[in-house]
């Protein structure tokens, strides 16, 4: 069985372009032009190199001595917290702008969330010294206030969102708007692995080097470049896609993948679009999607903005289908729950996504000669208001559980 994207963006039935003949063009110069670099060892040396001299690549391979303890396992901690803006996504917004460079394009655009995305574009496009702009829901703008200021310092041109739920999904859609009108001059960087073919690709080989430096990080700990068990988040499921990238096909590699259960997959409030979506079409992508009877979207919440996208990314949806991949729906207190004891135990106080991979430790057992990895995807600075009102309210173990996000 093989896992990764076909030759015609498949993974399984998920995947493909399903996108209006007016972009058609865009995404087939895109895919043409992705497919030479790949090709292409210069491209790969200027890459590589960004990673290893501006985002501080290779990240650590941290062996979580007490975490390990208190679950009777080996943990290692994969450390993209520790990359230059404080999480993965700026491997891929690099990879991208670096191709757009190539192409010839001098204006970016980008949706984004949380704010996550757009910070590591905007920080890319001050590097190489490109226009961009960032879309991003009103909503979003006023929850994300410090993400919405360093894009702005970084020199991008922040656009508020006013239509739908002015969250990511209308986001997205304004991003793709601007690129059907602007296909010459501009490049649309997308933050994770969705959108249409070669997107979900492109964006997990441009994350794949946080697999490849694990296999070789193990090898130098354990003797072996492969662990037992890969635990990653999903949101889109880029951080997921790059960690599980060189074990897809080696099934001695379990992989589990923590999804936004929100406060609970039967509540109406959650963003497990894999437990609860159906088959569908969203931003060019055939996909998981949470949506009615009649196919509208249902708005996703999560306590975590960057886990709330009503999509997945085609990988995942094929990865879970098979049963190649085990996917948890993690609740918003067992999130919270995992941050201060990651925090507690290690010193590291993570980004409150990645606190759902944490948290699988309280789901799961693994064995005492098991070796896991789970990545980190960011830090939690970004996520310190929501810590400090859990906190303050914090008398003990357990004690989080049905607290208002
Ligand atoms: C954006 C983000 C995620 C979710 O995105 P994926 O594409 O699923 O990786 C997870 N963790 C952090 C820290 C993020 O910023």
């Known amino acids: 069985m093989d896992y990764n994207v076909n030759e015609a963006g498949y993974y399984g039935n998920f995947g493909g372009a399903y996108v209006p003949e007016i972009l058609y063009a865009n995404v ?3 895919k043409n032009a992705y497919r030479k670099v790949m090709d292409d060892p210069s491209f790969r040396a200027e890459f590589d190199k960004l990673l290893r001299d501006y985002v501080g690549r290779p990240s650590p391979l941290y062996r979580a001595g007490r975490l ?11 450390r993209e917290d520790l990359n ?10 690099i990879g991208q702008v670096l191709l757009a460079r190539r192409m010839g394009k001098t204006r970016i655009i980008a949706e984004t969330g949380a704010g996550q ?25 006023r929850r994300q206030r410090l993400n919405v200021q360093k894009m702005e310092m970084l020199g991008a041109k922040v656009f508020p969102v006013t239509s739908g739920n002015k969250t990511l999904k209308d986001a997205t859609n304004e991003a793709i708007r601007d690129w059907c009108c602007n296909p010459r001059d501009t490049y649309y960087v997308i933050g994770s692995t969705v959108g249409p073919h070669p997107y979900p690709d492109m964006v997990a080989r441009f994350q794949s080097v946080i697999s490849e430096e694990i296999g070789k990080q193990l090898q130098a700990e354990i003797g072996r470049d492969y662990p037992d068990y890969l635990i990653a988040c999903v949101g889109g499921g880029s951080n997921a896609a790059g960690t599980f990238f060189r074990y ?14 929100g406060k609970g997959i039967d509540t109406g409030e959650s963003a497990a679009t894999i437990h609860l979506g159906k088959e ?14 009649d196919g509208q979207i249902v708005e996703p919440y999560s306590i975590s903005a960057g886990l709330d996208y009503p999509g997945i990314g085609p990988m995942h949806a094929n990865l879970a289908k098979l049963g190649r991949a085990e996917v948890l729906a993690i ?30 430790f309280g789901r799961k057992r693994f064995g005492r000669e098991d070796t896991v990895v789970l990545t980190v995807s960011g830090r939690g600075d970004k996520d310190m208001e929501t810590y400090i009102r859990l906190f303050a309210g914090r008398k003990g173990e357990g004690d989080l559980k049905g607290e208002e996000a």
């Open 84 to 93: 230059h803006t404080g999480a993965h996504k700026i491997n891929n917004a």
């Open 28 to 30: 087939e110069n895109l």
């Open 280 to 293: 569908g079409i969203i931003h060019g992508s055939r996909t998981l999607v949470m949506q009615t009877e």
């Open 117 to 141: 995305h757009g910070v590591a574009t905007a920080t890319v496009c001050a590097l190489m010294n490109m226009e961009c702009v960032v879309y991003m829901g009103e909503t979003d703008v």
């Open 68 to 78: 390990s303890e208190k679950y009777g396992t080996n943990i290692f901690l994969k």
């Open 248 to 261: 897809l096909n080696d099934e001695r590699v379990h992989l589990i993948a923590a999804e936004a259960g």
């Open 331 to 360: 609740n918003d207190d067992e999130a919270v729950r995992a941050a201060f004891e990651l925090t507690e135990l290690e010193g590291i106080i993570p980004a409150l996504e990645s606190a759902h991979a944490l948290a699988v």
